[in-house]
Each structure stands twice: as C-alpha cells, then as structure tokens.
C-alpha cells in the first residue's frame, strides 16, 4: 500500500484498502474557521430540528478553531460571525480557538503546521478547501462541507472512497529565485485544473529530499487547484526536525511500502524550472515570465495561506531590500508567529522601506473579503491560489499568481517580472 | 424529476462565480440564493425557476469547499445539476447536504440538450428523457455509497450500520 492508503486503512481498522473502496474513516483532527465554523452551527440548527442530538461533540480535543477570512471583523456580520464562533467554542469545550487579538492567530492552513495542530499518519479534515495544505507534513489532509465537518464533529468519522494517487517525481533541487509555488503551477498548467481530481497527488523525488518542508506545503496547498483530492509527502527527516522545533515529538511515522502503487507517475525536471505565472482566468492558464504579457499593474498582493509563510517573506525581501515599490503593495505574514520572526529578523523594516503596506494575518483580499479587494479593471500579481473572475474583487478585474519573487520583483518595475532580471 | 434546463455551455464553473466570496460570511440560506451565480449570469433569478436544472460542461463546482454554493443554487430552485463532470467538494456537498442532485452526463446528452428544453431525470433507470426533442440520454450512475446517501436523504439519514 502507499501512504494514504495505509493511513486509510488504519483510521478504518481495516487490513487493506485499496482505491475506490468506501471506507468509514475515524478522523484524528478536525478544523473549523470564521466562515465554516458559522456554517456548521447552521447545520447543527437544522439538525436540532430534525431531533439529532447536537448538545456534545464527539471530542473537543481533537477540534482547533481558527479565525482568518474576514478577521479583523471587516463589518458587523463579520463581527457577529466571530461572536458566534467564541460562543461556539466556549458551549462545547474547545480550547483550541486562535482568536486574532490574542496572541497566535492565522490563517488555518499555516497555523495547522506553525502550531504543529496536524501530526503526519493523521486523518486531518477541515472545513476549507486548503486543508490539502497539511499533507506535507505526512497527513491525509483533506477539506470538507459544513455538513460533513458537522458529521465529523458528532461522530469522529466520515466516509472516503480511497483515491487513486498519481505519483509526481521531481527530479533535482530548485535553481536559485526558482520556488515551490512555480513548480506547482508547471505542474496544475501541464495537467490541468482537473488533472488531479478525485485523486491524491503524491510528491518525492530528489526535488523534494532537497525542498524545505514549507515549499512542500505550497506544493500541496496548491494541488486543490488540479481538483485532488489531497497532497501528500511522504515525511522524511527533515518533517521530523520541522515538527520538534515546534514542540511536537509524540508521533508515528507512516510511509509507504516499497511496492506501493501508483495510478501514473509524472516527471518533472525541477532543477530546470523557470518563474511561472498563470494568467486570468484559471491556475492552470500559465506560461513562463519570459513569455508573459506586458501589462500594467495596478497592485501586487503578497499574502494567504500559499504564499505568506516565512519562507515566502524571505524570499520577498531578499528582492524588495534597498528598492522601492512603482506599484500598490501589500504583504500580510500568514500567521502572528512569522510577522514576528519577520520583524525580529528585519524584514519588516525592508518592506517598510520599501514602501509596501504590512497588513495583519487574514485570508483577506485572497478570497475577495475585505483588505485591499480589486476594483473594475485593476489588474493584480499575487501569491495566492485561485485567480477565477471575481476572486480577489470585482468580476472584471484580472489576478496574475506568481511565487513571492515574482510578485515582489512585479512590484519594483509595475510589470510582470523575472526575479532574476533584479537580482 | 422533471424540469427546465439553463445551460451554461461552459467548463469549469467555479465557486467563485457560483457565490462570491464576499457572501461567505452570509448564511442565511434565502440570502444567499439572491446572489447565486452573480459572478457569471446576472440574469439567472430571471431565467431559473423552481425544480429547474443547470447543465454545464467539465469540472462543476471547482474551487472552494463552501457549501454556500450548492445550498445557493438550491435555495433558488435548482433541483439537479447535470454536468460532464465535477470537482469533488461541490459533489460531495450537494449530495451529504441533500441540496442536489449531481448527475453526470455524457457528451450525448450535453450536446442535445439545449436551453429551455424540458427533461424528465429518472434515478431509477439512469434515463434522461428529453421532453422537447424526444430524445434519451444515459446518465453515469451514482456508484453505491452515492445512491444510498441520496436514498436516504443526507449524509445524516443515512445509517452506514444497517448496510
């Protein structure tokens, strides 16, 4: 078996599983935010009506709770919706709620490894299509409705059929101003925004013995865009030394065995990567930066779960020191623990300098909340995930993703731009 | 089931379109339904009425996990959504949350069917009748876990134990 389907038959008490087999999966972690979270007390309500008990969970312990789409309230039903999710968490008994104000708080997806919330060999689902995000540390990492959170929350377990896994073996290290988030878009750009769908993408290969355990995360936090079902890494030494370093050292390794198999397997050559961008209207309409079209930009957005880990800041900053920005931009660290590695460590002042607009942790603008939303016709490079029409802003205004070098080097000029071109 | 048909002659009908983001702090389910598919057909509470079906092409639904979208789209009318495929979160919703039906079509039925037409969808046979043309289609059958949560009426009326 490989690694999602070992992890599936335990979290079943099965033997084996195997792809397609329906399974009734017990779940380890279960996460909720400011706009699932709501969701599932709406679900709970109808259940209540219909005579489905819903006055405990099935444990509280196995629930975290965060607070990211539209945190700093952005109006009074934002406002009432954080209400509701404290009165949630305080009525059942979850102490895991990262409440912004409060010390920690981020986007769900990055808390979920910044806290070390999700262990690998872990069935982790989550009320957000990013839950993908998480696998990289060794986790079935899958996102989920509100009635199935809802179902979990009372049961412990939900139904899966066990996927097929498309294997992606990349072969060789990234070159330099070259990252995660251009490889991920090679790979959604060659096999589509379905090519994934319904399946695991699984990553290995020596392009990934050499990548940080933070690219990894955008590499599957980014396979929801190619329609999979989850993302997954198989954990090496290096997860391991991540995970100490945030104080977790009580897990089991899972991997797969050495004759797993595998629906296809694909090759990439990462050490030949070049920055790619996909272009309005899908993440899967890329091309090379050298190719890209010569457009004005209005703004460029550095922020959400894919792209505003601390690594990403980094990477940013290494081209945004001693320039300064020709365009609207904004950088909102992922998560109140990297904005405060990223000031301790200088990169705050580098962007200040800059001229860039440091926002707080929130999904923002990335989902078209609130926080620097597009008008009509703003045309926006930007590191996060989806650029359909309407999902920063305004059905007519046009979203560009890039990795963090890309959108800062964009930045400097005004014009979609090759890091390598500045640096 | 039998309704009247709104085509999207399109793939990849994305959440985004189907409830913008700026709504996902609403949910209120008759609120939502006034701003279903605002991102792609302003004109959709003018064509769409109660019992009627959406057909589309590839990959319904992709994007984001929020059931927004299909409790939208059901909260307008939609009763069934027939499409080439779609993307697993918005498949699973609709069918947990008893808020649709998604019914895969094949190429067949997606080129015969056409805006306005009136067809009759029969779960029990996997027949698509076209009332209009006099045409039948086959749909792809629900496989097994699918049809008995369907059956049953949601995920939460559906009793794995007694299977």
């Known amino acids: 078996m490989n690694i999602v389907e070992k992890i599936l038959a335990r979290a079943s008490g099965k033997s084996s599983v195997a792809p397609d087999d329906v399974v009734f999966a017990d779940v380890d972690k279960v996460m909720m935010h400011d706009v699932s979270g709501p969701g599932v007390l709406k679900v709970f309500d109808k259940l209540k009506k219909q005579g489905i008990a819903v006055d405990k969970l099935w444990d509280p312990t196995k629930v975290w709770v965060a607070e990211d789409h539209f945190v700093p309230s952005a109006d009074k039903l934002s406002a009432e919706n954080i209400v509701k999710l404290s009165n949630f968490t305080k009525n059942y008994g979850i102490e895991k709620h990262?409440?912004?104000?409060?010390?920690q708080y981020g986007i769900c997806h990055t808390l979920s490894h910044e806290q070390a919330m999700v262990m690998p060999g872990d069935v982790y689902v989550g009320g957000d299509s990013h839950t993908n995000t998480t696998g990289a540390l060794g986790a079935f990492a899958v996102g989920l409705g509100h009635t199935d959170i809802a179902y979990v929350l009372l049961n412990g377990n939900i139904w899966f059929k066990?996927?097929?896994?498309?294997?992606?073996?990349?072969?060789?290290?990234?070159?330099?101003?070259?990252?995660?988030?251009?490889?991920?878009?090679?790979?959604?750009?060659?096999?589509?925004?379905?090519?994934?769908?319904y399946r695991t993408m699984q990553f290995g290969g020596s392009g990934i013995d050499d990548m940080s355990v933070e690219s990894r995360l955008t590499l599957c936090n980014m396979t929801t865009e190619a329609?999979?079902?989850?993302?997954?890494?198989?954990?090496?030494?290096?997860?391991?030394?991540?995970?100490?370093?945030?104080?977790?050292?009580?897990?089991?390794i899972v991997n797969g065995d050495a004759d797993a198999e595998y629906a296809k397997v694909f090759e990439f050559e990462s050490s030949e990567m070049e920055p790619i961008i996909a272009k309005p209207f899908s993440p899967d309409n890329t091309c090379v930066v050298s190719e890209a079209p010569s457009v004005e930009l209005d703004k460029s957005y550095i922020g959400s779960c894919t792209g505003a880990k601390y690594e990403d800041l980094e990477a940013a900053a290494k081209v945004l020191k001693g320039r300064k920005v020709?365009?609207?931009?904004?950088?909102?660290?992922?998560?109140?623990?990297?904005?405060?590695?990223?000031?301790?460590?200088?990169?705050?002042?580098?962007f200040l300098d800059a001229g860039v607009t440091v926002g707080p942790p929130t999904c923002g603008a990335c989902c078209g909340a609130h926080m620097g939303v597009l008008a009509k016709d703003e045309i926006c490079i930007s590191t996060t995930n989806r650029n359909f029409p309407g999902r920063m802003g305004h059905v007519e205004s046009q979203t560009y993703l890039s990795s963090p070098m890309v959108a800062a080097a964009s930045a400097v000029t005004g014009k979609i731009t090759d890091p390598r071109d500045l640096i | 089931m039998k309704g009247n048909v709104v085509k999207y002659a399109r793939d990849n009908i994305d959440t985004d379109v189907i409830i913008p983001g700026q709504y996902l702090k609403v949910h209120d389910y008759a609120e939502l339904a006034t701003h279903a598919m605002e991102g792609l057909d302003p004109d959709f509470h003018s064509k769409i009425k109660e019992g009627d079906f959406i057909l589309s092409?590839?990959?319904?639904?992709?994007?984001?996990?929020?059931?927004?979208?299909?409790?939208?789209?059901s909260h307008s009318g939609v009763k069934a959504i027939l499409a080439l495929s779609f993307a697993r979160i918005f498949y699973r919703n609709s069918v947990d949350g008893a808020f649709l039906l998604p019914i895969e079509i094949d190429q067949d039925a997606y080129d015969g069917i056409s805006e306005g037409d009136e067809i009759n969808i029969d779960i029990s046979t996997n027949e698509i009748k076209n009332l209009?043309?006099?045409?039948?289609?086959?749909?792809?059958?629900?496989?097994e876990i699918i049809g008995k949560i369907i059956a049953a009426g949601g995920l939460f009326k559906y009793k794995p134990d007694q299977d």
């Open chain 1, 326 to 350: 020709k365009i609207r931009t904004e950088i909102l660290p992922a998560a109140i623990s990297i904005y405060q590695r990223a000031m301790e460590n200088g990169l705050l002042k580098i």
């Open chain 1, 227 to 252: 329609g999979a079902k989850n993302g997954i890494v198989e954990p090496d030494q290096k997860v391991v030394d991540y995970l100490s370093s945030k104080g977790a050292t009580n897990f089991n």
């Open chain 1, 98 to 103: 990262f409440k912004y104000g409060m010390g």
């Open chain 1, 162 to 197: 066990v996927p097929e896994t498309y294997y992606f073996k990349l072969n060789g290290k990234l070159p330099d101003h070259v990252m995660a988030k251009d490889l991920i878009l090679k790979i959604i750009g060659e096999i589509g925004n379905d090519g994934g769908a």
């Open chain 2, 132 to 143: 209009t043309k006099n045409q039948t289609y086959k749909m792809k059958p629900f496989s």
């Open chain 2, 57 to 73: 092409g590839k990959n319904f639904g992709c994007g984001s996990s929020r059931e927004h979208a299909p409790i939208a789209l």
